[in-house]
């Protein structure tokens, strides 16, 4: 009982019912989104964050940029789902620096955009270093769809415009890295 009452060093909580006015280092003060989470993290200079989302529904503006050495960790792959607003539904969702890790979530309902070449779960942000380790991922769905759907197409993909999975794309990232890869498990 009495470690809970202690507020954890470079953890930060959202919840469904949090605020981005709470401080956000508690379960009992969590921010509401995961943006607001991530620029708190970026500006952690003391080792490695990480970002805990309770089961529940986000809207967030996108892309979101996942520093090195933050960890986004949901509650429960299941139960725990991330979705853009409606002005960024054909950005890309994660865009991750080396020594991240996004674990127990489901994306959904994001759309591809040809023209910009966006609309991907994963891919990494620009000019990032991987110095120690690539960005890990485990234990996350991603549910995508089209516009035009129909009874042998279910979730659009014909349409062409159905969001992706993960671009791994070595050029985006700075010459100095040790690699450039991204690891998935399950």
């Known amino acids: 009982?009495?470690?809970?009452?202690?507020?954890?060093?470079?953890?930060?909580?959202?919840?469904?019912?949090?605020?981005?006015?709470?401080?956000?280092?508690?379960?009992?003060?969590?921010f509401k989104t995961i943006k607001h989470a991530l620029d708190q993290a970026d500006g952690s200079t003391g080792g490695p964050v990480t970002i805990y989302v309770f089961s529940g529904g986000y809207e967030e503006e996108l892309p979101l940029v996942v520093p090195s050495n933050v960890s986004i960790i949901g509650e429960d792959y299941r139960n725990t789902f991330i979705r853009p607003t409606s002005a960024?539904?054909?950005?890309?969702?994660?865009?991750?620096?080396?020594e991240s890790t996004i674990q127990n979530l489901?994306?959904?309902d994001f759309y591809y955009d040809s023209l910009n070449d966006t609309g991907y779960a994963f891919r990494f942000a620009p000019n990032t270093v991987v110095s120690t380790r690539s960005p890990y991922i485990q234990n996350v769905t991603v549910i995508t769809q089209g516009t035009t759907t129909s009874a042998s197409d279910p979730r659009g993909f014909a349409s062409g415009d159905a969001g992706k999975g993960a671009l791994v794309d070595g050029a985006s990232v700075n010459g100095a890295s040790q690699e450039a890869s991204m690891l998935f498990h399950s």
Do not use: C, W
Request: hydrophobic fraction near 30%; proline fraction near 5%.
């Open 88 to 98: 960024d539904q054909s950005k890309d969702i994660f865009h991750l620096n080396g």
């Open 1 to 30: 009982g009495a470690i809970l009452n202690k507020r954890a060093g470079n953890m930060f909580y959202v919840a469904e019912n949090g605020d981005d006015t709470n401080v956000g280092d508690h379960p009992q003060g969590p």
């Open 106 to 108: 489901t994306i959904k």
